[in-house]
C-alpha cells in the first residue's frame, strides 16, 4: 500500500509540475505578445513559448465555438490548467493527511 500511495504521489507531483510549467509559458507568451505587439512573430522567445503551448492551446481551441481567436484559446488554456493544477494539489493534501 506505501508504495503505491508513494508512486500516486510522484505521479501528482510530475503531473502539477508539467501543468505548472505550462501556466508560466502562457503567462510569459501573453506577455510577450503584449510587449512585443506585432513583432512578437520575428520574436524567438515567443516562438519558443508558442511551440510549448501549442498542444494545450489547440486542444482548448476546439472547445470554443465559432472562428479561432488566438486570446481566447489562451485564456480558456490557462483556466483550465489552473483549475486542473489546483484539483491536483487538493488531491495530493488528501493523499497525504489520509
Given at each position: 500500500?506505501?508504495?503505491?500511495?508513494?508512486?500516486?504521489?510522484?505521479?501528482?507531483?510530475?503531473?502539477?509540475?508539467?501543468?505548472?510549467?505550462?501556466?508560466?509559458?502562457?503567462?510569459?507568451?501573453?506577455?510577450?505578445?503584449?510587449?512585443?505587439?506585432?513583432?512578437?512573430?520575428?520574436?524567438?522567445?515567443?516562438?519558443?513559448?508558442?511551440?510549448?503551448?501549442?498542444?494545450?492551446?489547440?486542444?482548448?481551441?476546439?472547445?470554443?465555438?465559432?472562428?479561432?481567436?488566438?486570446?481566447?484559446?489562451?485564456?480558456l488554456c490557462f483556466l483550465l490548467l489552473l483549475v486542473?493544477?489546483?484539483?491536483l494539489a487538493f488531491w495530493r493534501l488528501h493523499l497525504?493527511?489520509?
Open positions: 500500500m506505501a508504495t503505491l500511495s508513494s508512486a500516486l504521489l510522484f505521479f501528482i507531483s510530475a503531473w502539477r509540475a508539467i501543468l505548472e510549467m505550462l501556466g508560466w509559458a502562457l503567462l510569459a507568451q501573453a506577455a510577450l505578445a503584449l510587449l512585443a505587439g506585432r513583432a512578437r512573430a520575428d520574436n524567438l522567445m515567443y516562438q519558443l513559448f508558442a511551440l510549448i503551448t501549442r498542444g494545450p492551446r489547440h486542444a482548448c481551441g476546439k472547445l470554443l465555438p465559432g472562428p479561432r481567436r488566438p486570446w481566447g484559446e489562451g485564456v486542473a493544477w489546483l484539483g497525504l493527511a489520509s
